[in-house]
């Protein structure tokens, strides 16, 4: 199991958010991709930061309460990011998620350049996908 690898089983079009993007702008980029939450990268593509949809959430709230409209990813987004390489582990990255929250994490290469994403149901699936086929060989 060890020779499964987070890009084998990694998002290749992840949301890419710029970090003076109206949040509302963002918020509309994440519905439409149907993705809990999106790398927040530079001009050139370095990851820079993450926005998640709790993280949307929470200043939708805060503005529905103090009238503020205009609000740009940078001032709410999580930094640093936690990231993955794409030649990761996925049991490696699986035992990341036993203890960390992140439900998405960007995946970048050695520069730092965002090259995919990957979830907890991607992980899940990479295992199911290797334990059955296992249980088919010995059967």
């Given amino acids: 199991m060890e020779s499964l690898q987070v890009c084998d089983y990694m998002n290749h079009h992840p949301v890419r958010l710029l970090e003076d993007m109206p949040v509302a702008e963002a918020v509309e980029a994440l519905l ?10 530079s001009p050139r593509g ?15 709230v805060e503005s529905c309460y103090y009238r503020e409209q205009v609000c740009r990813v940078k001032d709410i987004m999580q930094t640093p990011a936690l990231s993955v390489k794409p030649y990761l582990s996925v049991i490696e990255l699986a035992q990341t998620l036993l ?34 086929s296992g249980y088919q060989a010995v059967g």
């Fill in 99 to 132: 203890k960390e929250k992140p439900r998405v994490y960007p995946v970048v290469d050695d520069d730092g350049i965002l090259v995919g994403s990957i979830n907890r149901t991607a992980v899940l699936k990479a295992i199911d996908k290797q334990l059955s």
């Fill in 46 to 60: 370095k990851l820079v930061g993450f926005l998640s949809e709790q993280d949307c959430i929470k200043q939708m």
């Fill in 32 to 41: 439409n991709s149907g993705q809990s939450g999106g790398a927040v990268v």
